[in-house]
């Protein structure tokens, strides 16, 4: 079976802090993708990341990265120097390549104080 | 940029009714999916869909739900008898196939379902 922790319900930090979401899976795949999403208040779905399991190179975008280790099947987000607009849910997410299924933790509720 | 869509944005309906809830996925994708979030909680897989049948279903997908694509473009959830805990928003999904290589899910803006 597989399960996604998101272990901080809410995080709150005020506009330039930097700041790490965590996510921790589980899975007995040994090929398998990770998402992170963001859903603004406005609710919608909105794709940051795909990561599989075979790159474990860690990613950057602008002010957002992301630390992808295998060896504690984690796979954190970063938001450095963090924006009003950054506050929302934001979703970690783990697929099998073959099922398409995707398994979402239960979010982290990011408030991004000015 | 191709998106997916969902139509419509809010449904309103009474306990026991019927309801269909409609997607346009991405017009080259292959794989279609629904997802539910009630207010508040997690992202939960509905079901997954290819090659005009379901691929894969969640302990939630019970005898109530189905899907269909009616056409070539329209992928449809439909409730049959809806009860108050079907409330929540809906997201539709699609994916493009390489192979049997999946690619990343993307998601329509979602119908918010309000069931009374």
């Known amino acids: 079976a597989q399960k996604v922790t998101q272990a901080q319900t809410e995080i709150s930090v005020v506009e330039k802090e930097d700041v790490t979401l965590d996510c921790v899976y589980e899975t007995r795949d040994t090929t398998y993708y990770l998402f992170w999403y963001k859903q603004p208040p406005s609710g919608e779905l909105v794709f940051l990341i795909r990561?599989?399991?075979?790159?474990?190179q860690n990613e950057i975008s602008g002010r957002y990265s992301w630390n992808f280790q295998k060896s504690t099947s984690s796979f954190n987000f970063t938001i450095t120097a963090s924006q009003v607009v950054d506050s929302a849910v934001y979703f970690c997410?783990?697929?099998?390549?073959?099922?398409?299924?995707?398994?979402f933790g239960d979010g982290t509720t990011l408030t991004v104080k000015p | 940029e191709p998106e997916v869509t969902q139509t419509p944005s809010h449904q309103v309906t009474q306990m026991g009714q019927e309801v269909i809830l409609h997607c346009v996925p991405i017009?080259?994708?292959?794989?279609f999916y629904w997802y539910r979030q009630i207010l508040g909680q997690k992202v939960e897989f509905l079901v997954s869909f290819y090659n005009n049948e379901i691929s894969e279903k969640s302990e939630i997908f019970d005898d109530q739900f189905s899907v269909e694509r009616p056409d070539g473009s329209n992928f449809t959830l439909k409730i049959r008898s809806t009860k108050l805990e079907d409330s929540a928003m809906y997201f539709c999904?699609?994916?493009?196939?390489?192979?049997?290589?999946?690619?990343?899910?993307?998601f329509g803006p979602g119908t918010r379902l309000l069931v009374l």
């Open positions: 997410a783990l697929s099998r390549t073959n099922a398409g299924k995707s398994t």
């Open positions: 017009s080259n994708h292959l794989y």
């Open positions: 999904a699609s994916s493009a196939t390489s192979g049997r290589i999946r690619e990343t899910q993307y």
């Open positions: 990561r599989n399991s075979f790159d474990e």
